[in-house]
């Protein structure tokens, strides 16, 4: 990769838009579900699924999931809501998500999917 190049690739990615929100990772089985918020959701799963997948998923519950029901078919990712945070400080972001999430929790009946 030439200089140029590499100077294109990096320049995109700091420009690369991310999508702050609130998601669940589900277990269709048992009806449990964990829920977190994020500013990038959509690198969550991928952290998700790599610690599932390697055996060391801070969450033992989501581990002993994946494990009994199949690793990646027995669970489901899915972003309950996207939080615009265009017009939002770094702490505001931050404050929201934390609500966000705190409400989902409580109207899922869900354990927190991180921490």
């Known amino acids: 990769m030439d200089k140029q190049s ?21 277990c269709p089985a048992t009806g449990e579900a964990w829920v977190a918020g994020a500013s990038n959701v959509e690198s969550q799963k991928t952290r998700h699924w790599f610690s599932l997948r390697m055996g060391g998923h801070m969450n033992k519950a989501m581990q002993a999931a994946w494990n009994a029901h199949g690793g990646e078919a ?32 409580a109207a899922l009946g869900a354990k927190k999917a991180v921490g």
């Open 6 to 26: 590499r100077r294109e690739a990096i320049r995109d990615y700091k420009e690369k838009k991310t999508q702050a929100g609130v998601y669940a990772v589900r």
């Open 74 to 105: 027995g669970l489901a990712f899915e972003v309950l809501e996207n939080i615009e945070a265009e017009e939002l400080t770094r702490l505001g972001l931050t404050d929201l998500i934390k609500e966000r999430e705190r409400h989902w929790l």
